[in-house]
């Protein structure tokens, strides 16, 4: 009698976690059609409860049900034919906008990388200026489908922000700039005032690297980059603290010129930046991953976008599979929702990691570091495509 209504339940759950599974297709219609269905117990897709019917029905009645992997952001953003990246309009070296309405940096060609893989074309982006503070309202809202921001992944914002971040694109940490010849390192400046931006890490990271050498200091937080300079050229500021890419970026056009400041040799934090985007939407959240992986694939296999037409032809298999080259017939479906030549168009159409990095970081004296790939020291690895 127990075992029959054990059986009982097992089918009820069965049927609701088709029922919900159906739901769940049925606002991700196009990802369904696009083959992109995954079997019970691999969804990590937004409804919680249609994740776990699913799994214990799979894990006890050994049947198959399908659910999608993902919130429809993926189909969305398809249908819609472009991609809302949050970035920022003037910060140099990661994006700034040219009088002529081009984005250009490092952050702006990742928005790129993301709309080539995912759409093709690497121009169908809508490159939404986003001030510091308002990074995550605006990925949490839906006002961006990604945030390329010069954004560090921190527990707290993986946990509390409701966002998910991705693989890392730039390994950076926290630096001090100050007037040249004022203080030569960061012990010296007791007692200083340290303008930093507001609703940074920075913020935080300032207070407790100055607690940990047992020095006082006052920080003072301003909305923008435009407001420190105003503040610093007005010396109410000692300091500018900020991510030591950021700080290149603005020792290279300082008013009067970059020997006017000087970056203090200590880096006191670190400060992965990389993109994220909303919770909930497994799907996405792959998609977008895997267009950055394939920018560092990419320089590891040596393609780089003048000589990728070449390497259609290549006999490397591993090759043939990442670039979507059909074999025997078929390319690699690996069934992330992207085209099968997305690796193909994300370096036809904006380049390798170590072209991006060459245009946009090179010219500011930075230099790969721990920005290299694995195989030359690095931390940047990408996982197989196969
Ligand atoms: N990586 C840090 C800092 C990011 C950040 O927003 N930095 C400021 C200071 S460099 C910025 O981008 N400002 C751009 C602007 O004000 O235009 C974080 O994620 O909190």
């Given at each position: 009698m127990r075992k029959t209504s054990a059986l009982w339940a097992l089918l009820m759950a069965l049927v609701?976690?088709?029922?919900?599974?159906?739901?769940?297709?049925?606002?991700g219609e196009a990802a369904d059609s696009s083959g992109t269905t995954a079997d019970a117990g691999t969804d990590d897709g937004g409804d919680d409860a249609t994740d776990d019917g699913g799994d214990d029905a799979t894990d006890d009645g050994g049947e198959t049900v399908e659910l999608t992997q993902g919130g429809g952001l993926l189909a969305s953003v398809q249908a819609?034919?472009?991609?809302?990246?949050?970035?920022?309009?003037?910060?140099?070296?990661?994006?700034?906008?040219q009088g002529d309405g081009t984005h250009v940096g490092f952050d702006s060609d990742f928005c790129r990388v993301i709309a080539a893989a995912v759409l093709g074309d690497a121009e169908a982006v809508d490159h939404v200026d986003l001030e510091t503070a308002d990074r995550f309202t605006a990925l949490q809202s839906g006002v961006v489908d990604v945030l390329v921001r010069n954004t560090t992944w921190t527990a707290s914002r993986d946990g509390s922000e409701g966002a998910t971040f991705l693989?890392?694109?730039?390994?950076?940490?926290?630096?001090?700039?100050?007037n040249a010849g004022s203080y030569a390192n960061?012990?010296?400046?007791?007692?200083?005032?340290?303008?930093?931006?507001?609703?940074?890490?920075?913020?935080?990271?300032?207070a407790s690297e100055f607690e940990r050498l047992g020095m006082g200091v006052e920080v003072l937080s301003f909305e923008d980059n435009d407001l420190i300079q105003e503040a610093f050229t007005n010396d109410r500021c000692d300091g500018w603290s900020a991510d030591s890419s950021a700080l290149s970026g603005i020792r290279a056009n300082f008013p009067d010129g970059p020997d006017a400041v000087t970056i203090l040799p200590e880096v006191f934090s670190k400060e992965p930046l990389g993109p994220a985007v909303a919770d909930g939407d497994t799907q996405w959240a792959q998609a977008v991953e895997w267009a950055i992986f394939a920018t560092i694939q990419a320089e590891e296999f040596g393609i780089t976008q003048s000589n990728v037409d070449s390497f259609l032809t290549s006999d490397n298999p591993?090759?043939?599979?990442?670039?979507?080259?059909?074999?025997?017939?078929?390319?690699?479906?690996?069934?992330?929702?992207?085209?099968?030549?997305?690796?193909?168009?994300?370096?036809?159409?904006?380049?390798?990691?170590?072209?991006?990095?060459?245009?946009?970081?090179?010219?500011?004296?930075?230099?790969?570091?721990?920005?290299?790939?694995?195989?030359?020291?690095g931390?940047?690895?990408?996982?197989?495509?196969r």
């Open positions: 609701l976690a088709s029922a919900a599974c159906t739901s769940a297709t049925s606002d819609a034919g472009e991609l809302k990246c949050g970035t920022r309009d003037a910060l140099a070296g990661f994006a700034v906008l693989q890392t694109n730039f390994y950076d940490g926290q630096g001090m700039l100050v960061l012990g010296d400046m007791d007692g200083s005032v340290i303008c930093v931006a507001a609703g940074t890490t920075t913020e935080g990271n300032v591993n090759i043939q599979k990442f670039l979507g080259v059909e074999i025997d017939g078929a390319s690699l479906d690996p069934g992330l929702g992207l085209p099968t030549d997305f690796a193909y168009q994300v370096i036809k159409q904006v380049g390798n990691y170590a072209e991006i990095f060459e245009r946009h970081l090179a010219p500011l004296g930075l230099s790969r570091g721990v920005n290299a790939l694995w195989s030359d020291g931390l940047l690895y990408a996982p197989p495509y």
